[in-house]
């Protein structure tokens, strides 16, 4: 199955996802990185982590953005470390999302619910307490145990074509399938669209949110690249894809997970439910700010550039003057942000306030992850640099007296500034 890939690692990504162009422009290629999820305990430390090649190109044909390269998801999702439910905004996040699902599309009673990349199974659960039969496919295994265990059937599984096939025969049809924070993640996307396609029931829908585009070039979300997300979607490019899977996009909303993510409604060419509004209004707000072109990502690329070389001078500073460094927040995206940045020989330790980090090193460059015992000291690190940047305001509000007690805190994004 994995074929092309480089010593089953990875492979140059040569034409476009969506409409299968090769006529794709480089419009920036960071600084090659491990793998954003790969925290290590110390027992770990002398593998040596390879890294991948982490460029982004533009599709000249249909405008859709996507990375260079494309690592074995065997690698990257098979042990899966991020568990929706361990977060209550994530878990009133898939309440609402079902609620609006039952409110807006009114699915048959009792039919079934397939939710693909079902994680822990923290969506599906509303689904069955509601009466819906609810089937999950995730290829984390540890995740697909702990969500048998808890009552949701799942296969543990990619989705693919093949593999709706057999759902097919042994469930029968869905009447919605749901798919979030995956299609982003997915290379091959006419696949699995063409599974979901197999599975839906004439008059179902097939909903999925993922990260938004927009969202990533207004509010510099650049350290979201990294190998996991392979596609940065915004809604033009999809419409000609699901027009040319058989599909047609008939809602979409902006939902403001992840930073900023869409909720994109899908069904059959021939199915019964009209286009709501909302996708004319979508599409003119992204023309407006031309996401039908290379600019928005283009101009990205160089604010991070700028970026880059007025955090390292004040790096360069800090250093001179013999000062220390250290960092806050250890999430996946830290690791794009500590490679690009070159911060990695900078920093010399990372606090984490969640205990399953604290006692692992970073990806690649090891830099221990340790809990917030530290800022209770007398004499405190002069510099902390936030890399867990978007709860910024939360972490220094909670770490108040660092600043009390002389020490200053380094905002990186979305603009530089020091505390
Ligand atoms: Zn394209």
Redesign the pocket.
């Given at each position: 199955m994995f074929n092309s890939f480089t010593d089953n690692k990875f492979f140059k990504k040569e034409k476009?996802?969506?409409?299968?162009?090769s006529?794709l422009e480089l419009v920036s290629e960071f600084k090659s990185t491990p793998l954003a999820n790969d925290f290590v305990p110390s027992t770990l430390l002398d593998i040596n982590q390879p890294l991948y090649p982490l460029g982004i190109l533009f599709?000249e044909?249909?405008?859709?953005v996507q990375l260079s390269h494309v690592v074995n998801p065997k690698l990257m999702f098979e042990h899966y470390v991020y568990v929706s439910s361990t977060s209550q905004s994530f878990v009133n996040h898939f309440k609402d999302y079902e609620i609006s699902i039952l409110e807006k599309y009114s699915p048959t009673p009792n039919s079934l619910i397939v939710d693909i990349g079902s994680n822990d199974g923290v969506l599906l659960n509303f689904f069955k307490e509601d009466g819906f039969k609810v089937l999950g496919v995730d290829p984390a295994t540890n995740l697909a145990v702990e969500a048998n265990n808890n009552g949701i059937e799942t296969i543990n599984s990619f989705f693919t074509y093949e593999l709706s096939d057999n759902l097919t025969r042994d469930y029968g049809k869905a009447s919605v399938v749901v798919a979030n924070n995956v299609f982003a993640h997915i290379d091959d996307l006419h696949d699995v669209t063409k599974g979901i396609y197999k599975l839906l029931a004439d008059d179902g829908i097939f909903v999925f949110e993922v990260s938004y585009l927009k969202q990533v070039i207004t509010n510099n979300l650049f350290d979201t690249i990294y190998h996991e997300h392979l596609s940065y979607h915004s809604l033009i490019?999809l419409l000609t894809f699901f027009d040319n899977n058989d599909m047609a996009v008939i809602d979409c909303e902006e939902v403001d997970t992840h930073g900023g993510s869409i909720r994109v409604v899908v069904q059959k060419k021939k199915g019964p439910k009209p286009v709501n509004d909302s996708v004319g209004n979508l599409i003119n707000m992204e023309l407006k700010l031309g996401l039908n072109t290379i600019d928005p990502i283009l101009s990205l690329s160089n604010k991070i550039k700028e970026l880059n070389e007025k955090l390292n001078s004040l790096v360069h500073d800090i250093k001179n003057e013999g000062l220390q460094l250290i960092g806050y927040g250890a999430p996946a995206k830290a690791t794009t942000l500590l490679y690009e940045f070159e911060l990695s020989d900078q920093i010399d330790y990372i606090i984490d306030d969640n205990p399953l980090k604290q006692g692992l090193y970073t990806p690649g460059s090891h830099i221990p992850v340790v809990n917030s015992d530290v800022l209770r000291q007398d004499i405190v690190p002069e510099y902390m640099i936030i890399l867990a940047w978007n709860f910024a305001e939360q972490i220094m509000e909670n770490n108040d007296n660092y600043l009390k007690k002389g020490g200053h805190f380094i905002l990186p994004l979305p603009n530089l500034q020091v505390y």
């Open positions: 476009c996802r969506l409409c299968l162009s006529d599709c044909s249909c405008s859709h490019p």
